[in-house]
Structure formats: C-alpha cells, structure tokens
C-alpha cells in the first residue's frame, strides 16, 4: 500500500471526516435567511429562566439533564439534505462536549446581558457558540430611530482574538462549517474576518473573528458598535493590553442606557479555558443592583473534552531547554504511532530557526524505513503567508510535520494533523522596565494556565499526548497565570485609544487590573510631546488621526508629520514603516562566508551610510522597480521576499488609508516606477520626519566610543542586524530597543545633535 493510503487508513474516524471535508469540493449552503428562534428552538425543559445557581452550577450529566439532540436542532436549521462532507462535518460537530449545551447556551444568553463561558480547551467554544447564537431571534438586524435618523442596529456577532492567525484560522474553519467558504473572489458568505491589514468580510457576514485591536479601531468609528448583537471576547485569560481595555468599554456600554443603539442591547459572552471566573464577574457586577447581578450575569461550565491528552513529565529538571526540545522532537518521531504531527513549543524566533536547522541535518541521517520530518515554524514575526505553511497538510508522502512554534500557537489554534504537543516550559515575554524606559525580553517560566492550553493543542482530533520537558513538581510550582500585560507593558496606546473614545479620566476608567498611575501620567506626557494630546491633556486633532491609523503611536506620528511642506516624503514614509511592520526582519541571516561574500557583495548595493531607514527604502524602492522577477530579485540579496510581498500589501493599505484621511492628495502611480536613489538631502528630510516619532529615542556618542541614550543616560549599543553596526556618528536615532543579552538599538539612523534639538524645540516651545 502507498504510504499515503496508509496514513488516510490509519485515521480514525472524526479525523478522517475532517481531512475528508477539507479535501472535499465545497458544497455552498445559501447564506441565511433569518428565521430566528424557530431555527434552532430550545429544548423543551429549558423554557424557564434559570436561577443563577442553577445557571452556574457544573452539570454533571448534560445529555440527560436537557434531553437536547443537536442533530434534530440542525436538521431543522437546513431544509436540504446535506452532502456527505456537509454531513461528516455536522457530526464532528454534534460529536464536541460543547453541542450537549447549545439549548443551555442559547437560553442563558438570551437571558442574560453577560454570559462567562468556561469550556475545556478543544471543547468547541470558539467555533460553536457564534454559529448557535447568530439565527437566534435577538440577533436580527433591526431598523431603530435615534433622534430623527433611521439607523440599522445589530445583526453581527463579533468574537474577538488575542492573535491574527487564530482569527483567520478560525473564520476560515467556521466558514467551512457555516458551508460558506471564505475563498478568492467569493462576495458572499456568512463568516469574515478582520485583522490589522487583512480583512475579509464578505457580503451578508453574520460572524466575524477579530483581533482585540480591529475591534477597538471599529469602536472609534462607532462608539455604539451599532453592526453588532453580540461581542464574544474568547480567550480572556490572555489579558492582552486590548483585551483589558475592550472589556472596559463593554462594561460602559452595558453600564449605559443604549440610547446609540436605539435602545438595543448588546450581550457580551467571555469564554476561556481558563480564566479566573470570580475576578471577570466582580468586574462586571457593580453594574447592577445586587437583586439583579445573578440574572444579568451568568456562568455556564462545559464539561468534557473530546479526546483524551496523556501528560508525560520529566524525571529531572532538564539543563538545556533547546537540546532537549530537538531530542525529544527526534524521539516522539520515532517512537510514537505515524501518522500524527507534532507541535513543538519553543522560547522564540532564534531558537526556533536554530532547532529547524537541527532538525533538518537529523531528520537526513534517520533509517529510509523511518517516515520523513518537515519541520516548520511558526512564530509571530513571519509573515501571514508563511504562518499558514504550519495549517496545511504534509503533501510529501511517508512525512510527518513537526511544527515548530512560539506561545502564538497556544491558545484558540488547531493545528490540523497534530497528536503530540512538546512543551519546554518556558516563554519569551515582553516587560516594560519603567525605570529605563525601554522594553526587555526576558525568558520566564510559563504559568499553568499557559502550559494547560498548550497541551490543549493536541486532543482536538483524536487522542494526544502532551510531553512537559519539566518535572510535575516543576509544573505544581507555576503560577497559576500570567501578569496581565497592561501590567507589564507601556500603556500609551492604551491612553490614546481612551481619550480618542472620549475618555477624559483614563485614571478611573474601568479595567480589571488598573495599571500604576505614574505608568499612566507617563503615557500621557508622551502622548503630548508627540502632538496627540494638548496641554489640558485634551485629544488634538492629530491625536483623532494618529488612533485611526493602526500603528504604534509614534509611526503613526511619523505618517502625520511626512505631507508637511519641510518633509513631503509621505510615500518615503509609507514604504519604510510598511516594511518595518511586515514581520521579521527583511534581510536574512547570511551563515556561511560563502554566502557573506556572494550574497553580501549584491545587497551592499541597498546598503546606505545614513542608516537602518533609508536601507530599508531604497529597498522598497529598488523591489518595486524590479519587472521581471521579484522572487529572484530576493533570493539574490537574501532578502525574505514574503516579508516584502506582505510589506507590498500594507504598503498598499497605508496609502489607501491616507488618501481616505486625505494626508495625501491622489492614489501614486502604480509600479513598476523606475529607481531613483535617494539623494543625501532628501533622506536627512526622511530621518527628521522620523525623529518626529521617535525623539525619545536617541542616543549620542561618548568620549569611550559607547552610546548613552540621551533619556537617563542608559548605555546602548548598535544591534549587529544594523547597517550602522561598529560605526561610529555622533548621534543615532533607533527605532527599537531591546534589552536581551545587552542593551540594543536596532533599526538605527545616522543623526545630527542639532536635529534632536529641533525636534524637541518644536514641540516644546
Ligand atoms: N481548523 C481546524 N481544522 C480541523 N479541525 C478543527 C479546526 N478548528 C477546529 N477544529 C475542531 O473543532 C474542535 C473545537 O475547536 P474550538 O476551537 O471550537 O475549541 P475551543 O473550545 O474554542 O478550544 P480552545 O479553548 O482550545 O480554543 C477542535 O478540537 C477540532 O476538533
């Protein structure tokens, strides 16, 4: 038998539906008509209200307890019998611990203003509770009158995630489910998604993933969130800054008298794994009066997880984290059951693109009866495209895929295909040092929470097992979960998205875990010297401007000040910060001398004395001149011609968005236009525009040849990703910082003492 055949033989039965359905043609259902309730009625032991005890109690018998059939529900919600793949798919479905709950589910929103939704991991929460909820009666589209306007309100569900690649992964598998697939040039559809510089929203869209992010970028243009229902907030336990801050607004919106939204309210449901139930309901109860906090706020715990994980520990605490994730990835290879993939859990990036290599050399070596290894990786900084290498099924026959990646896959994903989770333990997290003014990565023991949903990776389409490169005691030791990042991390984008909301007290807006008030004056005077905010703290005109472009605060500021008369270098601008928000870096690692001299020798062409920023342009700008081939163009320079593809597309985005904000006149002629190099005046205009963002960062020369930052004085050196790395100027301007092994500027511009000056005058004076 071909090995392939073999591998499908070897599937059991649920994930042999899945890989069925996902290969199958798609069989589109028309998107829906609403016929609410009637679609998926409640079953008919659930008419009463519940008590709130009754609500928040564990049922320990589900299917008993509510006599509910999900495959009678669904066949009233489709008139026509579905295909076999419609089929397969419906019965994974029914078959999720979550589908005992959908009357429950249904009733408890209804009755409710807010629903906590705890579920194990693979239980079925993210992609079932929007599709049991968006036929129900109360998530119509209705025309409402507010003042003398007739406005529609409602309609959507919105269910928010802490990362893009779970978004995307789930409006496409939900899309799937819905039989509306999200596919090139399809208009219609039931299921969209949107996040930061890719949206897909088809037309008749009643269910849409989100960042945290966009949803905060669409409660700027609407306050009231008039499109939506409903918002799930999925995976709280993250507590992302936006996550903090998007719950801050709903609490205000439900505090409220929905007045924006023609008296429609909006339901709120939060679904974790495993958040902490007490705090989110403390948060949420000093809306209400004590006689009514039970009904408008109520809990529902999913019991049961679909597949059983079996948790392997080590016997001792292990030394080297990177050699053993490599040995046991080898050893889970040989000597677990083909097929299954693997999902391996690393600290980061570096350590990810070191392992691939070792992976690779060890996997050539192994026995031809052995099956073969793809290793791929998976991790924030790659582009979207190259993050879906990591979803797609192996073509190669006889080759198991070992995914190697960062925590980005550890909450909301499913990896297709993946049996055996490696979890090191360890994570990679970012911390704002407030005394310094900078950020450091440092590598820190992951909490329960964390190490519970990476094991959850596996068990989601048969069983799993789940190898915790520490010992039990090791993992009894963890803390249960995570510093909040509002916590942790620089608050400023948290302060300018408040008062561009109208927040005049950021200081007493509603957030879980308030952040310490000097984090947040601090914010705020940053926000002024940028221009965002006026001597009263009051949001300028700039400001409203900079909070609707979705960058951090100080590109955006960069973008802003580009179209003034004494830079015009809007388009310079765009292509730089276009770049610098891609991904990872542009230019690839060179390893060998081989390649230093071959490769190097060409890219030293892009090369420019002034620095990191006019590089990286005259690199868009020689791309975007090339007309023959792009990707050889690339691989030539040793340039990452995905992260320039993705580049292309924000860039695209970018000036779209400042035509629209009218920073700029007319749409630029399209590509491919001839390179010009950028002349030295022209890119000390470029470098000023920047400093305009970035004056806190700069650093100048000292007698002993090291730089000090010129805020507290800190030593910084030049990162070695940098052109300017070893070279001496006597001032730089970094557009990051990043404390690892030591104190590093990266994306660094050659600047004049006089220029921070200037930069620091205009504003101040
Ligand atoms: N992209 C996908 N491909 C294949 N199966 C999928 C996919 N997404 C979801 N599934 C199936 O649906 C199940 C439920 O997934 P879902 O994301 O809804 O669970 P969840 O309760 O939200 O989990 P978590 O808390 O881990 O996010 C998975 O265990 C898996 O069997």
Redesign the pocket.
Known sequence: MAPSAKRRKNLDP?AQA?ANF?NAPVVKRAPPTVAPEATAPAPPDVAAVPSPRQASATVSNPGKAHAHNPRRDRKANSAAAPSKPQADIRK?QDE?P?AQYRGEIQRAVRNSEVLVLI??????????VPQYLHRQSWCKRRKVKIGTEEVNVGGMIAITQPRRVAAT??A??VAREEGTPLKPGERDGTVGYSVRFDHKVPRGTRIKFLTEGMILQELLRDPNLRDYSAIIV??IHERSLDVDLLVGFLKQMLAGDNAGRGGIPLKVII???TADVEVIQSFFRDIYPEEKQSEAIQVLRIEGR?YPVQTLYEPEPVTNINDALVDMALKVHTQEPFPGDILAFFIGQEEIESAQKLIEQRAAELASNVPKIKAVPLYGQLSMEAQKDA?MPVKAPFTRKIVLATNIAE????V?GVRYVIDCGKAKVKQFRTRLGMESLLVKPISKSSAI?RK??A???GPGKCFRLYTEEGYEGLREADLPEILRNDVLGAVLTMKARGIQDVINFPLIDPPDIEAIKRAMFHLYFLGALDQNGQLTSEGSHMARLPLPAPLATVLLAAPLPEYDCLLEAIDVVSLITAGGDIFLQLQSEEEQEEIGEVRSELHRREGDIITLLTTMQRYTSENTDRNAWCQARGINGRNMRQALNIRRQLRDLCVKQKLLADKPPADPQPFVPVSPDRAENIIKCFLKGFAHKVATLQPDGTYATAEGKHTVAIHPSSVLYGKKKEAIMFLEHIYTTKNFAKKVSAIQGAWILEAMESRYL
């Open positions: 649920l899945i996902a994974a999720l979550i579920g194990e991991t693979g239980s079925g929460k993210s992609t079932q992964t789930l496409h598998r999925d995976e679904m974790s794994a679909q979803f909450t909301s994903v499913t297709p949903q959850g990776r068990g989601r389409e």
